[in-house]
């Protein structure tokens, strides 16, 4: 018989792992007994938490991370015709999404040392065409959003922050989402907290809420609609919108991953900063630049590796998975062909994940910990 992907997992210190708070069963089954599992109070509720946990002004929900993405390029207008400067160096989605509008992601350069986009190489790419800036916090690392948001200023663009792995992350000691225009959470399975799939639009513009609340429901304010005999919709609609609105099931599995929030950052703190102080200062593995004045989530955790593929055969025989997550999205040619980027070509060459999750013992941690040394050594 076939083996599952999981089955063939079986023993291995795993790259990857879904948190569900014990909670998350009976909290589904309450929200499913109530008989109301569209779009309501448990949505609201989620959307509500997430301000009040991260000091969000506004929070918009949706269907998931990459939803969550066009809504936003869509409510700053990004269409046909339209460039976008944004990281080669992300999950395709963010990218896919300025396609679905019409519109070219024009890629500019990212940081070696941290993975993120270059805010240097952002002003260059720049032009009468460009409509917006996306970043993302690679990892959980949060940008130079000083920078950007500077640049977004002199050239009067937006910039969309692609916080998918940033739920938590501070930023000269706010949190992602606090401050900015528009900023996107992913609630996908793999992620700090999920929603089996789920994403948020934050953003700190009363326009932007406006725009977006109606963009996830067909052009509709769902919280404007009449309690008319006849006809609950409101009388014009004014916009084209996407049918991407949360359900009261997935919006329950949000609140309950909020809820317990702190269970797997705090696990994920804690593994992150061992392997920064254990596996600092080797000869063939390089850790990403943290700056002082901002943290991580620790969303995964990517390091520089000299000889890649030895390591993750050297890893693999430990029992121990690791992955390459993302490539230079500019090497698939629905984004239009390879672009010179020489920061990105070399992370693209020598960047891997090591496990980190909240599902990791510390038995598990010092196997990891004790293999990369072991690696460093040969
Ligand atoms: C997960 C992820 C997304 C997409 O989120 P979904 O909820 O899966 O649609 C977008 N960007 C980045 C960087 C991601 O990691």
Not at 8 to 22: A, H, M, N, V
Not at 201 to 207: Q, S
Request: proline share 4%; aromatic share 10%; with cysteine.
């Amino acid at each position: 018989m076939e083996k599952k992907d999981y089955e063939l997992q079986d023993g291995l210190i795993r790259l990857w792992s879904t948190y569900i708070p014990e909670r998350a069963g009976d909290a589904v089954k309450e929200i499913l007994r109530s008989k109301w599992i569209n779009t309501g109070s448990q949505e609201k509720l989620f959307r509500e938490k997430v301000s009040q946990k991260f000091n969000i002004p506004h929070c918009v929900a949706c269907t998931s991370g990459t939803a969550a993405l066009r809504a936003s390029y869509a409510a700053v207008g990004i269409g046909p015709g339209n460039e976008v400067v944004s990281t080669p160096y992300t999950f395709i989605a963010t990218n896919t999404a300025i396609l679905e509008q019409g519109a070219k992601p024009i890629f500019a350069d990212i940081q070696y040392e941290t993975l993120n986009i270059d805010p240097k190489s952002v002003e260059s790419k720049i032009t009468r065409k460009t409509k917006a800036i996306v970043c993302v916090h690679y990892g959980g690392l949060p940008c130079d959003m000083d920078e950007l948001w500077e640049i977004g200023k002199k050239y009067n663009l937006p910039v969309i922050e692609d916080s998918a792995h940033a739920l938590g992350s501070k930023y000269k000691g706010g949190y992602i989402g606090s401050r900015g225009d528009i900023i996107t959470f992913s609630f996908q399975v793999i992620k700090i907290v999920n929603s089996g799939d789920g994403g948020i639009i934050a953003t700190t513009c009363e326009e932007y809420y406006k725009k977006l609340k109606k963009l996830v429901w067909f052009g509709i304010d769902r919280e404007e609609k009449k309690a008319d005999l006849l006809d609950p919709l409101p009388e014009w609609i004014d916009m084209l919108g996407f049918k991407y609105n949360m359900n009261d099931i997935t919006a329950t599995l949000g609140i309950v991953g909020i809820d317990h929030f702190d269970i797997p950052f705090e696990r994920r703190n804690q593994i992150g900063e061992q392997y920064r102080r254990e596996l600092a200062g080797l000869r063939k593995i390089q850790l990403v630049k943290h700056a002082a004045d901002r943290s991580s989530n620790y969303q995964i955790f990517p390091i520089h590796v000299e000889g890649r593929l030895d390591f993750a055969k050297f890893m693999r025989e430990r029992g121990i998975l690791v992955n390459v997550n993302n490539r230079r999205n500019d090497r698939y040619t629905i984004f239009g062909g390879l672009c010179e980027l020489p920061n990105t070509a070399r992370a693209d060459e020598d960047v891997i994940l090591i496990p980190l999750h909240a599902d990791l013992s510390n038995d598990d941690v010092d196997k990891i910990i004790d293999a990369v040394q072991a690696y460093d050594r040969i």
